[in-house]
């Protein structure tokens, strides 16, 4: 079992930056691909970046590659999601989760376990 708890949204203004982390409990954390997906209101939850369980391994959406740097520290049980240049389409509620499984993948079908999520706002 892995229970995953994201913080660090908050209001920003759009060009502003902001980093989420997702801290998460149990053991053998290397063993999980991690990933962040986001849900807009009215929308449907989309990926949005995916890390291997080393974090040698990394993949993006299209919309979010060159903004957006997923990260992790398995030495802090810690992923991170690095968003810079935001705008008010990056509004939304972000969450993290965990794949049991080496590589990343970009499906939320793929992920056992993930977090409350939490509210990213960008003003225009």
């Known amino acids: 079992q892995v229970q995953l708890l994201e913080f660090g949204g908050g209001l920003v203004q759009a060009g502003g930056s902001l980093r989420l982390s997702c801290a998460a409990s149990?053991?053998?954390?290397?063993?999980?691909?991690m990933g962040w997906f986001r849900q807009a209101p009215g929308k449907e939850r989309e990926f949005v970046a995916t890390?291997?369980?080393?974090?040698?391994?990394?993949n993006y959406a299209d919309s979010m590659k060159g903004r957006f740097t997923i990260s992790r520290d398995n030495a802090k049980n810690t992923v991170y999601l690095q968003m810079n240049s935001l705008k008010p389409e990056d509004t939304a509620v972000y969450y993290c989760?965990?794949?049991?499984?080496?590589?990343?993948?970009?499906?939320?079908?793929?992920?056992?376990?993930w977090g409350q999520g939490t509210q990213v706002t960008v003003s225009s």
């Open positions: 890390i291997s369980g080393s974090g040698g391994s990394t």
């Open positions: 149990g053991r053998a954390f290397r063993s999980y691909a």
């Open positions: 989760a965990a794949a049991p499984r080496f590589y990343g993948i970009d499906y939320e079908g793929g992920y056992d376990y």
